[in-house]
């Protein structure tokens, strides 16, 4: 990266994919107070397949969001389906 100053990577301990969700739901609300937009903010993943409990969580939520490289989870036909 050429950006010579910024917030160091954030260790953070959570006991499950839902609570790691609800984690992440909180701090991309916690910025927005601060006065991020949502547009500002990223969450990245590893697999797109990882998604679905912070997709599930954001949707609860009614927090807007565009998924990059797959469908969102509830888009998927075998989740429609159910």
Known sequence: TD???GAAPEL???RDEADQARFIAERVLENREAGAALKQQAVLFRASHHSGPL???LTRRN???V???G?????AAH???L
Request: net charge neutral.
């Open 63 to 65: 927090i807007p969001f």
């Open 79 to 81: 989740v429609k389906d």
């Open 67 to 69: 998924k990059f490289g």
């Open 55 to 57: 997709e599930i969580e």
């Open 12 to 14: 953070v301990n959570v």
């Open 71 to 75: 469908l969102k989870f509830l888009d």
């Open 3 to 5: 950006r010579a100053a």
